[in-house]
Protein backbone atom coordinates (compact mmCIF):
# COMPACT_ATOMS: atom_id res chain seq x y z
CA UNK A 1 0.00 0.00 0.00
CA UNK A 2 1.35 3.32 -0.53
CA UNK A 3 0.78 6.68 1.05
CA UNK A 4 1.08 10.16 -0.44
CA UNK A 5 0.51 13.94 0.72
CA UNK A 6 1.31 16.50 -1.72
CA UNK A 7 0.96 20.30 -2.12
CA UNK A 8 2.22 20.86 -5.58
CA UNK A 9 0.54 21.70 -8.56
CA UNK A 10 0.92 23.06 -12.07
CA UNK A 11 1.21 26.82 -12.43
CA UNK A 12 1.82 28.31 -15.71
CA UNK A 13 4.59 27.08 -17.76
CA UNK A 14 6.60 25.38 -15.01
CA UNK A 15 5.71 23.98 -11.93
CA UNK A 16 5.39 26.27 -8.85
CA UNK A 17 4.26 25.69 -5.02
CA UNK A 18 0.42 25.86 -5.05
CA UNK A 19 -1.26 29.50 -3.75
CA UNK A 20 -1.68 27.46 -0.65
CA UNK A 21 2.07 26.83 0.15
CA UNK A 22 3.21 30.47 -0.43
CA UNK A 23 0.17 31.81 2.10
CA UNK A 24 1.78 29.28 4.48
CA UNK A 25 5.17 30.10 3.96
CA UNK A 26 5.05 33.46 4.41
CA UNK A 27 2.57 33.63 7.27
CA UNK A 28 4.37 30.85 9.71
CA UNK A 29 8.07 31.15 10.68
CA UNK A 30 8.97 27.32 8.97
CA UNK A 31 12.45 27.44 7.93
CA UNK A 32 11.80 23.58 5.54
CA UNK A 33 8.66 22.75 4.34
CA UNK A 34 7.46 19.13 3.31
CA UNK A 35 6.46 19.75 -0.18
CA UNK A 36 6.12 15.77 -1.53
CA UNK A 37 5.99 12.59 0.28
CA UNK A 38 5.38 9.33 -1.17
CA UNK A 39 5.59 6.27 1.17
CA UNK A 40 5.10 2.19 1.11
CA UNK A 41 3.61 1.83 4.32
CA UNK A 42 4.27 -1.74 5.05
CA UNK A 43 7.98 -1.09 4.24
CA UNK A 44 7.43 2.20 6.60
CA UNK A 45 6.04 -0.03 9.52
CA UNK A 46 8.89 -2.79 9.42
CA UNK A 47 11.91 -1.01 7.95
CA UNK A 48 15.04 -3.13 7.34
CA UNK A 49 18.86 -2.09 8.06
CA UNK A 50 19.91 -3.14 4.72
CA UNK A 51 17.72 0.24 2.93
CA UNK A 52 19.89 3.15 1.40
CA UNK A 53 19.38 6.74 1.66
CA UNK A 54 20.09 8.65 -0.63
CA UNK A 55 19.94 12.78 -0.02
CA UNK A 56 20.18 15.61 -2.49
CA UNK A 57 21.12 19.10 -1.11
CA UNK A 58 20.25 21.75 -3.64
CA UNK A 59 20.19 25.58 -3.07
CA UNK A 60 16.85 25.97 -1.58
CA UNK A 61 15.63 22.47 -1.43
CA UNK A 62 16.53 18.71 0.10
CA UNK A 63 14.98 15.67 -0.85
CA UNK A 64 15.06 12.28 0.53
CA UNK A 65 14.68 8.79 -1.11
CA UNK A 66 15.19 5.27 0.78
CA UNK A 67 15.61 2.69 -1.72
CA UNK A 68 14.54 -1.11 0.01
CA UNK A 69 17.42 -3.52 0.71
CA UNK A 70 15.09 -5.97 0.00
CA UNK A 71 12.51 -4.75 -2.39
CA UNK A 72 15.16 -2.59 -3.97
CA UNK A 73 12.59 -0.47 -5.20
CA UNK A 74 12.18 3.18 -4.18
CA UNK A 75 10.48 2.53 -0.77
CA UNK A 76 9.89 6.59 0.07
CA UNK A 77 10.13 10.27 -1.25
CA UNK A 78 10.21 13.07 0.33
CA UNK A 79 10.69 16.78 -0.95
CA UNK A 80 12.19 19.70 1.37
CA UNK A 81 11.63 23.72 0.46
CA UNK A 82 14.04 25.28 2.92
CA UNK A 83 14.11 28.49 3.55
CA UNK A 84 17.77 30.08 1.60
CA UNK A 85 17.22 33.47 3.42
CA UNK A 86 17.67 31.20 6.98
CA UNK A 87 21.74 31.27 7.45
CA UNK A 88 21.33 28.98 10.03
CA UNK A 89 21.42 25.87 8.23
CA UNK A 90 21.53 23.43 11.85
CA UNK A 91 18.44 24.57 12.86
CA UNK A 92 17.05 24.36 8.66
CA UNK A 93 17.98 20.37 9.13
CA UNK A 94 16.55 20.38 12.40
CA UNK A 95 13.29 21.20 11.60
CA UNK A 96 13.74 18.66 7.63
CA UNK A 97 14.51 15.81 10.54
CA UNK A 98 11.14 16.92 12.73
CA UNK A 99 9.17 16.54 9.39
CA UNK A 100 10.56 13.71 8.01
CA UNK A 101 9.42 10.13 8.18
CA UNK A 102 12.90 9.16 6.70
CA UNK A 103 15.90 10.70 8.47
CA UNK A 104 15.85 9.32 12.04
CA UNK A 105 16.49 5.52 10.96
CA UNK A 106 19.48 3.52 10.70
CA UNK A 107 20.79 2.79 6.95
CA UNK A 108 23.30 0.22 5.99
CA UNK A 109 24.34 3.30 3.34
CA UNK A 110 23.56 6.90 3.03
CA UNK A 111 24.68 8.65 -0.02
CA UNK A 112 24.57 12.83 -0.01
CA UNK A 113 24.30 14.24 -3.38
CA UNK A 114 25.24 18.39 -2.90
CA UNK A 115 23.76 20.59 -6.09
CA UNK A 116 26.32 23.53 -5.33
CA UNK A 117 27.89 25.87 -8.61
CA UNK A 118 31.38 25.28 -6.93
CA UNK A 119 32.51 22.24 -9.47
CA UNK A 120 35.11 21.78 -12.08
CA UNK A 121 35.49 19.02 -14.38
CA UNK A 122 39.31 17.90 -15.11
CA UNK A 123 40.84 15.28 -16.85
CA UNK A 124 41.98 12.63 -14.77
CA UNK A 125 45.40 12.69 -15.70
CA UNK A 126 45.70 16.44 -14.79
CA UNK A 127 43.82 16.29 -11.49
CA UNK A 128 45.70 16.58 -7.75
CA UNK A 129 44.09 17.44 -4.80
CA UNK A 130 46.26 20.71 -4.81
CA UNK A 131 45.73 21.71 -8.50
CA UNK A 132 41.75 20.90 -7.63
CA UNK A 133 41.85 22.98 -4.85
CA UNK A 134 43.43 25.76 -7.31
CA UNK A 135 41.25 25.42 -10.03
CA UNK A 136 38.13 26.20 -7.47
CA UNK A 137 39.87 28.99 -6.37
CA UNK A 138 40.52 30.44 -8.99
CA UNK A 139 36.99 29.82 -10.79
CA UNK A 140 35.50 30.55 -7.32
CA UNK A 141 37.27 32.53 -4.65
CA UNK A 142 39.62 31.53 -1.50
CA UNK A 143 36.86 30.16 1.11
CA UNK A 144 37.43 29.11 4.44
CA UNK A 145 34.10 28.10 4.62
CA UNK A 146 34.27 24.86 2.50
CA UNK A 147 35.50 21.47 2.21
CA UNK A 148 37.01 20.30 -0.97
CA UNK A 149 35.78 16.91 -2.16
CA UNK A 150 36.17 15.04 -5.52
CA UNK A 151 34.13 12.12 -7.92
CA UNK A 152 35.86 10.32 -10.35
CA UNK A 153 33.53 9.73 -12.96
CA UNK A 154 32.88 6.49 -15.06
CA UNK A 155 33.53 8.17 -18.12
CA UNK A 156 36.68 7.17 -20.89
CA UNK A 157 38.86 9.24 -21.46
CA UNK A 158 38.57 9.88 -17.51
CA UNK A 159 37.55 12.77 -16.03
CA UNK A 160 37.05 13.81 -12.21
CA UNK A 161 34.90 16.64 -10.63
CA UNK A 162 36.20 18.23 -8.31
CA UNK A 163 34.10 20.47 -6.05
CA UNK A 164 33.42 21.75 -2.38
CA UNK A 165 30.37 21.99 -0.13
CA UNK A 166 30.05 24.35 2.62
CA UNK A 167 31.95 22.77 5.92
CA UNK A 168 28.30 23.22 7.49
CA UNK A 169 26.57 20.83 5.49
CA UNK A 170 29.94 18.66 5.34
CA UNK A 171 29.78 18.39 9.42
CA UNK A 172 25.79 18.24 9.40
CA UNK A 173 25.63 14.88 7.30
CA UNK A 174 28.89 13.15 9.18
CA UNK A 175 27.79 13.97 12.40
CA UNK A 176 23.70 12.79 11.88
CA UNK A 177 25.22 9.44 9.77
CA UNK A 178 27.86 7.15 10.14
CA UNK A 179 30.23 7.08 7.17
CA UNK A 180 28.42 9.28 5.09
CA UNK A 181 29.11 9.18 1.36
CA UNK A 182 28.99 12.46 -0.44
CA UNK A 183 29.09 13.56 -4.20
CA UNK A 184 27.72 15.92 -6.53
CA UNK A 185 24.65 16.18 -8.83
CA UNK A 186 26.44 16.80 -11.61
CA UNK A 187 28.87 13.68 -11.31
CA UNK A 188 25.31 11.29 -11.43
CA UNK A 189 24.13 13.42 -14.53
CA UNK A 190 27.35 12.99 -16.80
CA UNK A 191 27.68 9.29 -16.14
CA UNK A 192 23.94 9.11 -16.99
CA UNK A 193 24.08 11.17 -20.45
CA UNK A 194 28.09 10.02 -21.48
CA UNK A 195 26.84 5.95 -20.85
CA UNK A 196 24.36 6.83 -23.74
CA UNK A 197 25.56 5.20 -27.38
CA UNK A 198 22.63 6.34 -29.55
CA UNK A 199 23.33 10.18 -28.79
CA UNK A 200 22.53 13.36 -31.41
CA UNK A 201 25.69 15.04 -32.36
CA UNK A 202 24.88 17.78 -30.34
CA UNK A 203 23.11 16.93 -27.50
CA UNK A 204 21.99 19.47 -24.76
CA UNK A 205 20.28 17.65 -21.07
CA UNK A 206 17.88 20.46 -19.10
CA UNK A 207 17.88 19.45 -15.65
CA UNK A 208 14.86 22.18 -13.75
CA UNK A 209 14.63 22.49 -10.07
CA UNK A 210 12.89 25.06 -8.26
CA UNK A 211 15.06 28.08 -8.86
CA UNK A 212 18.04 26.65 -10.24
CA UNK A 213 18.93 24.65 -13.49
CA UNK A 214 21.38 22.58 -14.31
CA UNK A 215 22.41 22.47 -18.76
CA UNK A 216 25.06 19.60 -19.64
CA UNK A 217 26.12 20.20 -23.50
CA UNK A 218 27.74 17.05 -25.46
CA UNK A 219 29.34 18.25 -28.35
CA UNK A 220 30.54 15.20 -30.91
CA UNK A 221 30.68 13.05 -28.26
CA UNK A 222 32.93 15.15 -25.83
CA UNK A 223 31.78 17.41 -22.85
CA UNK A 224 31.38 21.07 -23.70
CA UNK A 225 29.31 22.21 -21.13
CA UNK A 226 27.88 21.50 -17.02
CA UNK A 227 26.73 24.83 -15.61
CA UNK A 228 24.21 25.80 -12.65
CA UNK A 229 21.81 28.83 -13.50
CA UNK A 230 19.34 30.50 -11.59
CA UNK A 231 15.52 31.33 -13.07
CA UNK A 232 12.54 32.69 -12.01
CA UNK A 233 10.66 32.94 -14.68
CA UNK A 234 10.26 30.74 -17.97
CA UNK A 235 11.80 33.38 -19.61
CA UNK A 236 14.75 32.81 -18.10
CA UNK A 237 15.17 29.32 -19.26
CA UNK A 238 15.03 30.48 -23.13
CA UNK A 239 17.08 32.92 -22.62
CA UNK A 240 20.42 30.83 -21.29
CA UNK A 241 19.28 28.11 -23.63
CA UNK A 242 19.08 30.45 -26.79
CA UNK A 243 22.51 31.64 -25.00
CA UNK A 244 24.12 28.22 -25.17
CA UNK A 245 22.81 27.33 -28.48
CA UNK A 246 24.48 30.23 -29.88
CA UNK A 247 27.73 30.10 -28.31
CA UNK A 248 28.78 26.59 -29.20
CA UNK A 249 27.44 26.90 -32.74
CA UNK A 250 24.95 24.18 -32.27
CA UNK A 251 23.26 22.54 -35.65
CA UNK A 252 19.35 22.97 -35.26
CA UNK A 253 19.43 19.81 -37.59
CA UNK A 254 21.60 17.55 -35.10
CA UNK A 255 20.43 18.58 -32.24
CA UNK A 256 18.51 17.08 -29.52
CA UNK A 257 16.95 18.48 -26.24
CA UNK A 258 16.36 15.93 -23.31
CA UNK A 259 14.37 17.55 -20.31
CA UNK A 260 13.67 16.74 -17.08
CA UNK A 261 12.39 18.13 -13.64
CA UNK A 262 10.18 20.94 -13.35
CA UNK A 263 9.38 21.40 -17.16
CA UNK A 264 5.25 21.76 -18.56
CA UNK A 265 4.87 19.89 -21.75
CA UNK A 266 2.90 21.84 -23.78
CA UNK A 267 3.70 25.39 -21.95
CA UNK A 268 4.42 28.65 -23.95
CA UNK A 269 8.09 28.02 -23.46
CA UNK A 270 8.11 24.37 -24.84
CA UNK A 271 6.86 25.96 -27.66
CA UNK A 272 9.39 28.34 -27.63
CA UNK A 273 11.76 26.60 -27.90
CA UNK A 274 10.82 24.30 -30.48
CA UNK A 275 12.14 26.30 -33.58
CA UNK A 276 15.63 25.79 -31.72
CA UNK A 277 16.36 22.19 -31.22
CA UNK A 278 15.68 19.15 -33.92
CA UNK A 279 14.34 17.45 -31.25
CA UNK A 280 12.71 17.70 -27.83
CA UNK A 281 12.03 15.04 -25.26
CA UNK A 282 11.18 14.23 -22.41
CA UNK A 283 13.50 12.07 -19.82
CA UNK A 284 10.40 10.12 -18.04
CA UNK A 285 11.44 7.16 -15.64
CA UNK A 286 9.68 3.94 -16.06
CA UNK A 287 6.77 4.07 -13.07
CA UNK A 288 9.09 2.20 -9.74
CA UNK A 289 8.38 1.70 -6.37
CA UNK A 290 6.56 5.18 -4.55
CA UNK A 291 6.50 6.86 -8.28
CA UNK A 292 3.74 4.57 -9.40
CA UNK A 293 1.23 6.26 -7.00
CA UNK A 294 2.70 9.63 -8.91
CA UNK A 295 -0.17 10.10 -11.54
CA UNK A 296 -0.47 13.43 -10.93
CA UNK A 297 2.78 14.40 -11.81
CA UNK A 298 4.45 13.65 -15.38
CA UNK A 299 7.14 10.92 -14.42
CA UNK A 300 10.03 13.41 -16.22
CA UNK A 301 9.61 15.65 -12.77
CA UNK A 302 11.18 13.03 -10.89
CA UNK A 303 13.74 11.76 -12.78
CA UNK A 304 16.59 14.07 -11.78
CA UNK A 305 16.50 12.41 -8.37
CA UNK A 306 15.28 8.98 -9.50
CA UNK A 307 18.66 8.88 -11.32
CA UNK A 308 20.37 9.46 -8.56
CA UNK A 309 19.39 6.02 -7.07
CA UNK A 310 19.30 4.15 -10.21
Not at 53 to 76: H, N, P
Not at 246 to 261: F, K, P
Request: proline letters at 4%.
Amino acid sequence: MWRKATILQFYGGAFRPSAFFSIIALQLPVMALKNIGYYNEAAQANPSDADKLYLEIGRDELACLVKGGVSTEIEAFELFRLQHTVSQWEDVFYEVKKESHLLNRHYKEVHCYFRTEESVIIPSGSYSISAAEDYLNLLYGESTRHDHKHDTLNTNPGMVNAYRITKIWNDLMGSNFILYKPHHTYSALLNNILAEKDQADHFIKLQVYQSQLIIAVIKNRQLQLVQSYTHIAPEDILYHLVHISQTMELDVAHSHLEISGLFEPGSVLHQQLQPLFGLISFDGIEPDGVFTSAGEFPLHYFTPYYKLVV
